[in-house]
């Protein structure tokens, strides 16, 4: 028989297979950090004892708006980079899209306060701990995204892992938010911004060392 001929009816044989759910394994690692993550601060920093009441507000509202949108961008970052064949495109720059709503509102309420208001506006009372609170919190969500990414095929190592490093920190800057009291567009787009981009670039290194294929 000619190796021709051979490799015809071994080819012949075989059957698709179906593509590889990377949804699924991404949506296992993302709500097993989260849960962990939501734990943690539970059994550390706590929830806010006024959460019911606050819930109502427009204001509380806001930060799980932000936080919520950014995550979704990273989720959707996080599964396109997820693949060998991965292109950001345009999804890239849609994320610039939040970011720069709460710039703009957080710019509207600066300008006219006087410096005292603007002060207390920037610092609040957890300016000095929020950002790493974010970043701490998200280490759960960290493991449990990489560990996911581990299982796939990703070949952008340090695109990849600051694609999870920006999900990881948006989704822990969402849990975080039933902590903090912090309400106002200018404390959120300043130190929620700055633990979620602690995340992303810690993701960024970690891509580099912890996404290679073995």
Do not use: Q
Not at 1 to 29: F, H, K, N, Q, Y
């Amino acid at each position: 028989m000619r190796t021709d001929d051979l490799i015809d009816r071994l080819s012949g044989a075989l059957e698709p297979v179906p593509p590889l759910p990377v949804l699924r394994v991404l949506a296992l690692g993302l709500v097993g950090g989260a849960v962990v993550s939501a734990l943690v601060m539970t059994a550390t920093i706590g929830i806010r004892p006024d959460l019911p009441e606050a819930m109502g507000g427009e204001a509380f509202r806001l930060k799980f708006v932000y936080t919520f949108v950014v995550a979704a961008f990273g989720l959707l970052l996080v599964d396109r980079l997820a693949r060998p064949d991965a292109h950001i495109g345009r999804y890239g720059w849609l994320l610039a899209v939040p970011v720069l709503v709460m710039v703009v509102m957080a710019a509207n309420e600066m300008m006219p306060a006087d410096a005292a208001t603007r002060h207390a506006l920037i610092m609040g009372h957890s300016a000095r701990v929020c950002s790493i609170l974010i970043a701490g919190l998200a280490l759960p969500l960290f493991a449990g995204l990489f560990w996911a990414l581990r299982r796939l095929a990703p070949t952008r190592l340090t695109e990849a892992g600051a694609a999870a490093g920006l999900l990881a920190g948006s989704a822990a800057a969402t849990i975080y938010a039933l902590h903090c009291t912090e309400s106002t567009p200018t404390f959120i787009a300043i130190w929620y911004s700055a633990g979620i981009l602690l995340t992303v670039l810690l993701g960024a290194t970690l891509g580099r060392l912890l996404l290679r294929w073995s």
